[in-house]
């Protein structure tokens, strides 16, 4: 089945650790998404990417990075310089000339 | 992007027709009104997006006046699978940032 992919479903790291989400699709899109969403908001974008090996930043970068050497995965690194990593990450893409944007299931992440 | 307002929670009773609104006074002509809703711990699922016209697919109908400044998505036949945040976002040119506002909690009853 085409679908986007997000891996783990569930993350746990220490204070001041880097953690990298997964987020993979095979839906030939090309553009990638991350956004984060913390306990009763909306969701706030991080990065960006319309096609392989470029990225721009969203409303929300600092302390995340990203890259995008495949069309099919756009990892996010959360690292150690963002203050207040704990929320719900989602990834989304879209297909090329449309901007209907479809999500994966998600990785929350609970830095302790 | 215009703004949105959306009541903040509906109820339904299961095998009725859900009717949400969606106010967007602000909309400019190339604005399009999605949908999207979440389940819980999900992430946001595609339901359906218009310009003008009305729009079907095989889970909603969304209805939209001819001033454009309000919306309707129509879910046919709720189950209790619906229960879930409805979000109707205003997306024009703005690449790639999708603005989810509040939304509306819709509850399906038995």
């Known amino acids: 089945d085409g679908g986007i992919t997000q891996s783990p479903k569930y993350l746990f790291r220490k204070e001041g650790q880097n953690v990298t989400l997964s987020c993979e699709q095979n839906?030939?899109?090309?553009?990638m998404y991350w956004y984060r969403q913390d306990p009763g908001q909306g969701l706030r974008l991080i990065y960006y990417?319309?096609?392989?090996?470029?990225?721009q930043k969203g409303d929300i970068a600092e302390g995340y990075s990203v890259s995008r050497e495949k069309k099919e995965s756009f990892p996010l690194t959360v690292t150690s310089a963002q203050k207040n990593p704990t929320a719900f990450y989602l990834c989304?893409?879209?297909?090329?000339?449309?901007?209907?944007?479809?999500f994966g299931p998600g990785t929350r992440l609970t830095v302790l | 992007d215009a703004k949105t307002t959306q009541p903040t929670s509906m109820d339904c009773a299961e095998g009725r027709a859900a009717n949400l609104p969606c106010n967007h006074s602000?909309?400019?002509?190339?604005?399009?009104v999605y949908w999207y809703r979440q389940i819980h711990s999900q992430g946001p699922q595609y339901i359906i997006h218009?310009?003008?016209n009305n729009e079907t697919n095989e889970m909603a109908s969304l209805i939209i006046t001819e001033d454009r400044k309000s919306s309707t998505l129509i879910l046919p036949h709720a189950t209790l699978r619906d229960t879930a945040v409805y979000y109707c976002i205003v997306l024009g040119t703005s690449y790639g940032k999708l603005t989810f506002g509040q939304g509306t909690i819709l509850t399906v009853h038995p």
């Open positions: 989304a893409s879209t297909r090329t000339g449309t901007d209907t944007q479809y």
């Open positions: 839906l030939n899109h090309d553009a």
């Open positions: 218009g310009l003008k």
């Open positions: 990417s319309q096609i392989v090996n470029d990225f």
């Open positions: 602000t909309i400019s002509g190339n604005e399009y």
